[in-house]
């Protein structure tokens, strides 16, 4: 189960988000990306794979297969949790910091807390989105840090600006039913 949860976990804070935006203002940059990444999270809470395969990164899509192979092993994650009684609750998307310009691209990063039913209570989970336009802040793509640090990141995505705020991995958090 932790290992299909840490699965799971990582295809969905993995991902993308495809956004309509004004390239012109920081602060519209910001409510965007805030807008965006929490459409994100609605998908993924009605299991909407088919929709949420849109916003996923193109090279997590690359390394998992491609699009059919990602959305399959979301689905049967999904029907694993169902039946051993877990399921998304809740997403909660916090304020973007500082957008930064890295080339041809915009970045920025903002925490994520994921709210999940797991057998016997609640399980909180905290997170830092990296949010990356390379068309000027129309679209914006989101990779969960999933407790990695700047200079891991780095490693898959070389382009990263160092000075992005990625806050330190908490351990989940436990709630007792």
Not at 43 to 54: H, P, V, Y
Not at 151 to 161: C, E, G, I, T, V
Request: hydrophobic share 35%; aromatic share 8%.
């Amino acid at each position: 189960m932790k290992r299909f949860l840490i699965i799971i976990m990582s295809i969905f804070l993995s991902t993308i988000n495809f956004a309509q935006n004004k390239p012109d203002k920081s602060v519209t940059h910001k409510s965007s990306i805030k807008s965006q990444a929490e459409k994100m999270g609605s998908l993924l809470l009605k299991n909407d794979f088919e929709g949420f395969i849109k916003y996923t990164y193109p090279k997590v899509v690359e390394k998992l297969g491609g699009k059919k192979k990602m959305i399959a092993i979301m689905q049967n994650g999904s029907r694993q949790m169902e039946s051993e009684g877990s399921k998304f609750l809740n997403v909660t998307i916090g304020n973007p910091g500082k957008i930064l310009t890295v080339g041809s691209e915009l970045q920025s990063s903002l925490p994520q807390t994921i709210e999940m039913q797991v057998s016997g209570g609640k399980l909180i989970t905290k997170s830092t989105l990296i949010a990356i336009s390379s068309d000027k802040g129309v679209n914006w793509y989101f990779i969960d840090t999933s407790g990695k640090d700047i200079h891991q990141m780095r490693k898959l995505l070389p382009n990263l600006s160092t000075q992005l705020l990625i806050v330190k991995a908490e351990k989940p958090t436990f709630y007792k039913a």
